[in-house]
Every structure is written in structure tokens, then in C-alpha cells.
């Protein structure tokens, strides 16, 4: 069975500092995945998502940025926080074109 | 522009009764409807899904209609259960078009005991 991973869980990171949140895919070969963020009381905003290894689609412009170095591993990445980055990060993933998306556990970041 | 509206953020409900948690959707080339629940700080569970070919499909307790003349779906929850106090999402896709799925700002429903 195919299963998700998102680490860290938790993040806690100063303003100006860089960021790396990894995803992983098990069980699966070359699945869609995706990047979201939910803010504190708002429904799931797409940043990313990506067909295949190199290939990036970015959604809204902003201070991140998403690289997918093997089949099945994301990775959401900045240079510098802001505090507007802070928020839950949800990755997932999908088989094909418009099938199920499934979500890893996600990652709470919080920037101060 | 918010092409997929939950318009109740929230809903309280009598455990046993029925959740009728709804969603509307602008763009009429969507064709594949999917219900999520998520509890704090974990990732959406898929609950169901439907195909514009379709109008209604049940699994267990969870029942989803689609009205494509309204652009409108709704996802019945018989019995609720305190269990099933969580915040809903709907997503929407065209699939023929595109990778992605617009999501609503969700429901957050309360079963009460």
C-alpha cells in the first residue's frame, strides 16, 4: 500500500532563516504531487505541484519555492522566512491526472 | 476568485441525526467531486468521491449528491456520530484539463453527545 511522509511535524523557525520540508512517497512510481498550505482559520491553498522529477508548477507567487530531486521526493524550500509563511504544510499525492489526491500528516510551521 | 464556496463554516449537529454539509462550485467543467475530513493538526482523510456522470454515491454512513444543473453538492452524514466532529472539505477538478483540485475553506461540524 502507498503510504506518505512529511517531517518535520513541527518547525519552529526566526524570520530570515531558511526552510526544508521534505516529502515522501512510498509504495507508488511517478506520482503527482502537491504542496499546500493551510493559514491559521483558511481552507487549502495549492503552492505547488509537480508531474514528474525537475518539473514544477508553481501556483502562487510567494517567498517558496519546491524542487522534486527523485521520483517520489518534494521538498518546499526558502531562502528567507517571513512571518506569513507560518501555517500548516500538507503534502500529497495523486496516481494520475484528476484521481484521488492523498495527504501526508503535514508539518506546522510557525515563524517568529 | 473562489471557484469552490463552502458557504457554512460551521454546523452543529444531535448525534443520530443527519450532517448535511454543503458546496458550491462555479466553473462548470468540473467532473470530479471529492470530500475530505480533517481533524487539527493532521491531513485530510479522503472520505468520497463523485463523478459528473454520476448523481449520488453512498459508502456506509456517507452518502454524496451532485446537482450539476445547480452546480451544487452535499455530503450526508446518517447517523452522526461524535466521532465525525472534524472540519469538511470539498475539492473539484476537471480532470480532462489539468492536475489540480480547488479545495473549499471547509465546514467545521460538531456532532454533539
Known amino acids: 500500500s502507498q503510504t506518505i511522509h512529511q517531517w518535520p511535524a513541527t518547525l519552529v523557525q526566526p524570520v530570515g532563516s531558511p526552510l526544508s520540508l521534505e516529502c515522501t512517497v512510498e509504495?507508488?512510481?511517478?506520482?503527482?504531487l502537491y504542496w499546500y498550505r493551510q493559514a491559521a482559520g483558511r481552507g487549502l491553498q495549492l503552492l505547488f505541484y509537480s508531474v514528474g522529477i525537475g518539473q514544477i508548477s508553481s501556483e502562487v507567487p510567494q517567498n517558496l519555492s519546491a524542487s522534486r530531486p527523485q521520483d517520489r521526493q518534494f521538498i518546499l524550500s526558502s531562502k528567507k522566512l517571513l512571518l506569513s509563511d507560518s501555517g500548516f504544510y500538507l503534502c500529497?499525492?495523486?496516481?494520475?491526472?484528476?484521481?484521488?489526491?492523498?495527504f501526508g500528516p503535514g508539518t506546522r510551521l510557525l515563524v517568529l | 476568485d473562489q471557484q469552490v464556496k463552502q458557504n457554512s463554516p460551521s454546523l452543529s449537529v444531535q448525534e443520530g441525526r443527519i450532517s448535511i454539509l454543503n458546496c458550491d462550485y462555479t466553473n462548470s467543467m468540473f467532473d470530479y467531486f471529492l470530500w475530505y475530513k480533517k481533524y487539527p493538526a493532521e491531513g485530510p482523510t479522503f472520505l468520497i468521491s463523485i463523478s459528473s456522470i454520476k448523481d449520488k454515491n453512498e459508502d456506509g454512513r456517507f452518502t454524496v449528491f451532485l446537482n450539476k444543473s445547480a452546480k451544487h453538492l452535499s455530503l450526508h452524514i446518517v447517523p452522526s456520530q461524535p466521532g465525525d466532529s472534524a472540519v469538511y472539505f470539498c475539492?473539484?477538478?476537471?480532470?480532462?484539463?489539468?492536475?489540480?483540485?480547488?479545495f473549499g475553506t471547509g465546514t467545521r461540524l460538531k456532532v454533539l453527545a
Open positions: 500529497a499525492w495523486s496516481a494520475d491526472r484528476g484521481a484521488t489526491q492523498y
Open positions: 509504495g507508488t512510481s511517478n506520482p503527482n
Open positions: 475539492a473539484a477538478s476537471e480532470t480532462s484539463g489539468t492536475y489540480k483540485y480547488i
